[in-house]
């Protein structure tokens, strides 16, 4: 098991310094990522659940499904703007807070971003068409459409994922002289880390759009709401929240061993371990200080029988780390809270799953209980905890490496600026666009209350002609 990539160790790694620049850079780059990565579920998975009930309304004359897709097209788009926002911005981060890293390896780590610009630009354009379609064009075309900007956001996120999976476990290139040379593209995409990484992103983030849309509308139930809108608003998201979620406990299984193969480093931090050894026990909690955890509930030979399915699989520990890139304590500790974060609200959302699954097996009818609408209310804050969680595993994981072996995160940071005051410019940018979001969408509902209760006037295209235009297509 490799502990680093075949890159020599920066010699001056021992007595360096951390820049000034690296704590604001790093700050900026965590708080603009925070805010972005809520909104990748909403341009991956969301936009599915738009054409579920579509195709639902068109299949069945459901004039409530064709209501909720209509609708939700439209919070799909607000958001899908906001996302371009954001995202524009972390592409100019990249290149003026870590110039080394642009300078020197971005010929190939360039490369899934690239791909994920031309996602980008075929989903604005098909989202454009699916909104402006509605009462414009024909159902059936309309909601073909809208297929592409499913599978463009899959793939652009599916591009981003790539990179950060490649500064993880990079490959495909050779460095010669401090430059990259030789690159493969394929191999840069589809690096040693791509798969598991991809999967648990694409997984998390039908998760969440599943349980935040859910819970806005187990909230409206809770509030007397219990119209079939209402219910069907809440049915489809959660089914797809439910079937997805035991998949994702599985993945997630998969992608810490393949972190305990791979990463030794980064799972040495998940587990808070100091030594190597075997019989490892899985700590739940605690914190970790002078090599051990404090406070933490300790399940024997836990870690070394998930990590190799026997009490006697070795791990490695942070004392086989060199030194000079050995993670700092405060660091172990974030790293493993976080994990333990997302894999408990893992198995609490997998126990929400369950109970909606017993109770449509029962009745064919969403539980009952006024407790499980509360429980899915919460559920989308929880996956949305989650999935932060996550991104702080994989990334305050990596350090103190921006490319694991081969660039160190204040090597790769700028030397020049005040980024403090770049800090503030972009966290006062970011509160006006969250703030403005958050009025637009709340005025989305008012706007639709105003035009009446849920039923076929606001139906873009009703049962009866979509029946119509099917009798027409069959002479």
Known sequence: MAMLPPAALPAAAVVAQDPAQMLPAREQMAFTLGFHIILVPFGVAFTFLMLIANARGLR?????????????????????????????????????????????????????????????????????????????????????TGVPVVLSGIGGTLSVVAANAWMNQPGGFTLHDGRVTQVRPLAVVFNRAFWYEAIHMLLAAYMVAGFIIAGVYAAGILRGRRDDYHRLGLVIPLTVAALTTPLQIFVGDVAAREVYHYEPAKFAAIEALARSGTHVPEVLGG??????????????????????????????????????????????????????????????????????????WRRHDLPRSRWFLRATTVSGILAVVALEAGWVVTEVGRQPWTVVGYLLTRDAVTTSGNLWLFFAATLVLYVAVGAATFYVLRLLPRRWRAGGNAGSADVPYGPSRAHDDVIQEQS
């Open 287 to 360: 914190y970790y200080a002078d090599g051990q955890v404090h406070w933490g509930i300790d399940i024997p030979s836990g870690a070394s029988i998930l990590s190799g399915y026997k009490p006697s699989t070795r791990i490695t520990g942070l004392e086989a780390i060199p030194a000079a890139v050995r993670p700092s304590d405060r660091l172990v500790t974030v790293v493993h809270l976080a994990f333990d974060v997302m894999v408990g609200i893992g198995f609490a959302l997998l126990a929400l799953s369950a109970w909606y699954a017993l109770g449509w």
């Open 60 to 144: 069945r004359g459901d004039a409530e499904a064709l209501l909720l897709a209509r609708r939700w097209s439209q919070v799909a788009a607000v958001l899908f703007a906001v996302g371009a926002v954001s995202g524009t911005v972390l592409s100019f981060e990249l290149g003026l807070l870590w110039p080394r890293l642009m300078g020197t390896y971005g010929a190939a780590y360039g490369i899934p971003f690239a791909v994920e610009g031309l996602f980008f630009f075929l989903e604005a354009i098909f989202v454009a068409i699916y909104v402006y379609g509605w009462r414009r064009m024909r159902p059936w075309p309309h909601f073909w």
